[in-house]
Nanobody, 115 residues
Framework: HVQLVESGGGSVQAGGSLRLSCAAS????????MAWVRQAPGKEVEWVSN????????NYADSVLGRFTISRDNTKNMLYLQLNDLKTEDTAMYFC?????????RGQGTQVTVS
């Protein structure tokens, strides 16, 4: 079965950085577009970024463009999200997900708190 396990979240001050990781298993990882989405308390899920199967094409939400970088390692079945210049409004639970819109299977999430 599909399993997505996120890690790397934490508490940081505004302007700081974090690197989120997602370990994928249970399916042919390299065959799928992958995405990151996030959900802040009391708010709807927000799509953050996606990356195509080869890793050469990436898309970002306007709110994170220029600050976040998505990447993947198909040899390790891993997905990453580098978060730089973090802002308080980036505080949310971050999820990795199958599919360009991030609306297929998701992991349990990793919490990012910016103060």
């Amino acid at each position: 079965h599909v399993q997505l396990v996120e890690s790397g979240g934490g508490s940081v001050q505004a302007g700081g950085s974090l690197r989120l990781s997602c370990a994928a298993s249970g399916y042919t990882y390299s065959n799928y577009v992958m995405a990151w989405v996030r959900q802040a308390p009391g708010k709807e899920v927000e799509w953050v970024s996606n990356i195509n199967r080869s890793g050469k094409s990436k898309n970002y939400a306007d709110s994170v463009l220029g600050r976040f970088t998505i990447s993947r390692d198909n040899t390790k079945n891993m997905l990453y999200l580098q978060l730089n210049d973090l802002k308080t409004e980036d505080t949310a639970m971050y999820f990795c997900a199958k599919g360009a819109a991030g609306d297929e299977e998701r992991g349990q999430g990793t919490q990012v708190t910016v103060s």
